[in-house]
């Protein structure tokens, strides 16, 4: 029984009752009214946030389908504190809900007195507005300004920002969870996007999110389905033309859909955490080819697989690392782990803990994408990597572009002054690979040699590999 229910029912005398009030007991009138002093904070509480004191979500509804009559024009405006939640925790949570007491005050000074501002907890809020596109544009830059200005709590200046999603009544929807949906959506892609502006929501925006949605559905059954399979790109000496290694790229084969790439649904796994158990589906099956070709006869070559960052802080990334090499037989040398530099970020303990673990086995390390990120050079600097993979952005300039050029030529600088290899991505051209050999880059790979290949083109591509012309590519 809900609680309104059982002082409701406290609250009326029982039919052909009289108020009974006892000498020496509370009068049956006090009782009444304190018991209607409950209901109505009761009734207060059910409709507002219990920290800030504002509308909650469902006074929200109420108000929204109250006022969402035909010829209204609404606006909901989902606003989100940027990283709320991680100041929060830093903070504590007296003082975090401190600063979002402050921060609640400011977005209620810059709203007119017929807007509701209600908070759904930590650091959302929507607003629900009785107007339209430009006025709601004008008043979310508002919200905006008034955040430049840090908060000050306890001496301490601390910065807030702001993203804001915008969904209008009758265009983004008819009914309430229609609207707040579509203002979520928008806000979603301006979390995504640049900090500082007004997101509406749009028909692409739906239809990317319904995409994104199904796509979502799909994927945790891929594993299952067998939909997930590994392409690999060959990775060549420079200087030899040799093939030493293939980088492994995962492919997600929809049954009754197309081939997704990794680009359209790797992000979906982070966020789902589903790249936990799909990054050890890629280990193990790059590790079990790997090791197949070499039970055909083929020289050993290195597999390089891609980690996400999440596996290193959800998952036991050594133990899963040394369960694939264990199952499948794999020397640890024949393995290479591309990180991120996102990765390597963090100066945690434990991811330090971990790549110690993985050099001590054994398996090569190296950093992709290098030189797009934000790298913490000390990894670099205590050995624990052993190769830098310039990204393809720096590759594709080289010889056009005098930056590139001049990036490209510090990174194999630097990776050899550290005594680390370094392997260019992304060419594409004679011409980059002219650059990559005169500025002695030590191995390439790209559509130039080869695109990525299935494990049965890939095969193929082994036993007639001594096919190499003199221009460094496979004569088929
Ligand atoms: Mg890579």
């Keep these: 029984m809900p609680p309104g229910a ?122 629900l507005l009785t107007c339209d596109a430009g006025d709601a544009r004008q008043i979310g830059q508002a919200l905006h300004a008034a955040f430049v200005e840090p908060f000050e709590l306890d001496g301490l200046m601390l910065a807030l920002s702001l993203n804001i999603g915008i969904a209008l009544f009758p265009a983004d929807g008819r009914t309430y969870d229609e609207v707040q949906k579509a203002a979520g959506i928008a806000l979603a892609h301006a979390a995504d996007g640049t900090r500082g502006g007004c997101t509406f929501c749009t028909g692409q925006m739906r239809d990317d999110t319904d995409h994104r949605m199904r796509l979502h559905g799909q994927l945790r059954n891929a594993i299952g389905r067998d939909e997930l399979l590994l392409h690999y790109q060959p990775q060549l000496s420079v200087g030899s033309g040799r093939m030493i290694g293939m980088e492994a790229l995962l492919r997600w084969q929809r049954t009754g859909g197309g081939m997704e790439y990794p680009g359209s649904f790797i992000p979906l796994a982070e966020r789902s955490g589903m790249i936990i158990p799909i990054g050890e ?120 572009d005098a930056g590139n050029s001049a990036i490209v030529k510090a990174i194999i600088q630097l990776g050899h002054t550290l005594q680390l290899s370094v392997i260019a991505e992304g060419v594409e051209t004679s011409r980059q690979l002219e650059e990559l050999a005169g500025l002695g880059c030590d191995a390439a790979q790209g559509y130039y040699f080869s695109k990525p290949l299935s494990a049965v083109q890939f095969g193929d591509l082994l036993r007639q590999q001594s096919c190499l012309n003199e221009d460094y590519r496979f004569v088929s």
């Design 281 to 400: 589906w890629v280990l193990n099956e790059a590790c079990r080819q790997a090791r197949a070709w070499q039970d055909q006869g083929h020289a050993p070559l290195t597999v390089a697989v891609n980690l996400s960052a999440l596996q290193f802080r959800h998952g036991d990334i050594v133990a899963t690392v040394a369960a694939a090499l264990r199952r499948s037989g794999l020397a640890p040398a024949q393995l290479e782990l591309e990180l991120t530099e996102s990765i390597l970020l963090h100066d945690s303990v434990s991811v330090n803990r971990s790549l110690q673990a993985l050099k001590a086995m054994g398996v090569a390390l190296s950093i992709d994408d290098f030189g797009t990120g934000y790298s913490n050079l000390s990894y670099l600097k205590s050995l624990a990597v052993d190769k830098l993979k310039i990204d393809q952005s720096f590759v594709r300039g080289l010889g056009e």
């Design 6 to 127: 059982s002082i409701a029912a406290a609250a009326e005398p029982l039919p052909g009752s009289a108020p009974f009030s006892p000498a020496g007991c509370t009068p049956a009138s006090q009782i009444r009214e304190e018991v209607a002093e409950l209901r109505r904070r009761l009734d207060f509480l059910l409709r507002h946030d219990a920290l800030t004191l504002l509308p909650n979500r469902l006074q929200l509804r109420q108000r929204f389908e109250r006022a969402a009559a035909p010829g209204a024009a609404l606006t909901l405006m989902a606003v989100d504190l940027c990283d709320f939640k991680h100041m929060r925790d830093n903070l504590g949570h007296a003082d975090g809900d401190a600063l979002l007491l402050q921060a609640a005050h400011r977005l209620l000074a810059c709203l007119q007195p017929d807007a509701l501002l209600s908070h759904h907890g930590g650091g959302e809020f929507t607003i």
